[in-house]
T-cell receptor
Framework: DGGITQSPKYLFRKEGQNVTLSCEQN?????MYWYRQDPGQGLRLIYY???????QKGDIAEGYSVSREKKESFPLTVTSAQKNPTAFYLC??????????????FGQGTRLTVV | AQTVTQSQPEMSVQEAETVTLSCTYD???????LFWYKQPPSRQMILVIR??????QNATENRFSVNFQKAAKSFSLKISDSQLGDAAMYFC??????????????FGKGITLSVRP
């Protein structure tokens, strides 16, 4: 079955450590996104990528980094510079950035807790 | 920049009754899409319904329908014959239809809907 897989589902990190969240899709989608969800805040865009080896900052990119070395993979690294990293992280993909009549598919998310 | 506002943090509805969730938005664009997403306890985001701004007809998907008022920038979701499985958080979202836009979704803060048996 095609879909988006985020792993792990739950992740714990010590303060000061970097951690990488995985997002893999087998939908052959060009565009991929990372959103952060906090209670009472809705979802906010961290980074997005239109094609391999290209990515752009979203609204809250500070303290995060990404890579897009393969079409199917878009990992997110939460660095020690992120002041408040505890949150729920959602990855999404879309067939093509320019196809405005197609919608994004979401993964099931990763809950990151800093201890 | 576009903004999406959901002013009601929580709502409750009796099973089999109808409930309306409110959403307003602000944009200077004329062509865009509006969405309602459902997030159940599993936290999987599920697309409930989509409205294209250039279409005057309100979108409908089975028990879900919208009231799209473009001039008022209002986009409410009506759930008819509410079921226990409708209990979830619901997000209103906006996306530009402008060519070259990054297709990012702008979300409201969400509303938690509970369904009473």
């Amino acid at each position: 079955d095609g879909g988006i897989t985020q792993s792990p589902k739950y992740l714990f990190r010590k303060e000061g450590q970097n951690v990488t969240l995985s997002c893999e899709q087998n939908l052959n989608h060009d565009a991929m996104y990372w959103y952060r969800q906090d209670p009472g805040q809705g979802l906010r865009l961290i980074y997005y990528s239109q094609i391999v080896n290209d990515f752009q900052k979203g609204d809250i990119a500070e303290g995060y980094s990404v890579s897009r070395e393969k079409k199917e993979s878009f990992p997110l690294t939460v660095t020690s510079a992120q002041k408040n990293p505890t949150a729920f992280y959602l990855c999404a993909s879309k067939p093509h950035l320019g196809q405005t009549n197609t919608e994004a598919f979401f993964g099931q998310g990763t809950r990151l807790t800093v201890v | 920049a576009q903004t999406v506002t959901q002013s009601q943090p929580e709502m409750s509805v009796q099973e089999a009754e109808t409930v309306t969730l409110s959403c307003t938005y602000d944009t200077s664009e004329s062509d865009y899409y509006l969405f309602w997403y459902k997030q159940p306890p599993s936290r999987q985001m599920i697309l409930v319904i989509r409205q294209e701004a250039y279409k005057q007809q309100n979108a409908t998907e089975n028990r879900f329908s919208v009231n799209f008022q473009k001039a008022a920038k209002s986009f409410s979701l009506k759930i008819s014959d509410s079921q226990l499985g409708d209990a979830a958080m619901y997000f209103c979202a906006y996306r530009s239809a402008r060519a070259g836009a990054n297709s990012k979704l702008t979300f409201g803060k969400g509303i938690t809907l509970s369904v009473r048996p």
